[in-house]
Structures are given as C-alpha cells and as structure tokens.
C-alpha cells in the first residue's frame, strides 16, 4: 500500500514538473510583445498572425491576467496531455485577435486556480512572438457542465476563458467558469 502511495506521489510530481519546465521553456517566445510599447493601435483589421495555430501542444502565446497574477503559456489544444502542461486553445477556434470567439481552457486547480478573482473590467493580455493583444473582461459567468452558448462564434474578435467550477470540489465538476473578454486594443 505504501508503495502504490509513493508510486503516486512520484507520478503526480513529474507531471506537475512537466508542466513547469514546458512553461519556462516557452514563456521566453513571447517576452518581446510583453515588452512596454509607445503606442497601441486600436482593434482596426485583423491582427498580423499566421492563419492557423502552430500544431497540437505547440506554444501559441502567453496569457496573463496582471491583477490576478495568471502569466501561462498558452499551447494548441486541449486535450488532457496539452492541458496539463498549461492552458489551451480550443481547436477550431479563432486565434487570438481574430473576429470571432478564441477559446482558452485551462485547470481550475492548476493555471487558471485564480481566475475565481476575475471581474468585469479586469485587463487580459495576450502576447504571440509577433504582438500584443488586450482585452477588458465583459462578463464572469457559472453555466451547466453541458450549456455550450459561450462557444458560438462572434463576429468582432472575442476571448472565453474556461475552467471548471466549483473551484474546490472533488471529482468531475457539473459547472463551468465562463469568463468574456473583448478586444481593446493591440500592437505588433
């Protein structure tokens, strides 16, 4: 019984270790957009990005939330191995800046544990290698596990943040943590 607690405990600890060299590794990609700029444009025309993300569990870009403290590398996808190395990207979404609705999903016990603090007017910042999106939190919701409305398409460039609610619930959580988010302004 010992043995199966400390094959546990060794499994749980490389998996977190994972998840924290993959972002060290990547959060250095977007430092030069994080950099302070003189001038931010305004949400004119579709951001300077590549058409497509870069490859399942590849880095897409950082997201942070300063008044939260939240700073995670966001990578292409969102299946259990790309999530637990940090937040994810909805595949199919849009990218980040894009009109339409770019979905980033992460653990409430691991990368977005202190999105329970978010608040309407809160700033989101996304930095890709080439430029800096930010957004103004609109709305904070809890929804049903299955309401999938915040997943529609949206015709101006839009941010969901998702997680898992109850933040401290044990088990398969029946509730999700929607937070919206439109776009302010960027610079490339």
Known sequence: MMAVGAALLVYTGAV???GWVWQERHAELF??????????DGPAGPAP???????RGGALAR???????????VAEGTDP???????????GSALPGRP??????????????????????DLVEIAETNGLERYRIDSVEIVAKGDTWALASSNTPLLT????????????????????AALIDRRS
């Not at 339409?100 to 007017?121: Q, S, T, V, W, Y």
Request: charged content about 20%; proline content about 8%; aromatic content about 6%.
């Open 16 to 18: 977190t270790m994972r």
């Open 31 to 40: 430092e030069g957009a994080l950099r302070p700029a003189a001038r931010l």
């Open 49 to 55: 990005i590549a058409a497509s993300g870069p490859g």
């Open 63 to 73: 997201l942070r939330v300063p008044r939260l403290g939240i700073d995670v590398v």
């Open 81 to 91: 191995h790309t999530l637990s190395l940090g937040a994810g990207h909805l595949e």
């Open 100 to 121: 339409d609705n770019c979905i980033i999903a992460g653990h409430r016990e691991g990368p977005f544990r202190r999105l329970r603090g978010a608040r309407p007017g």
């Open 161 to 180: 943040l998702v997680t898992c609610y109850p933040f401290h619930y044990v088990g398969r959580s029946p509730q999700r943590f929607i937070v919206r």
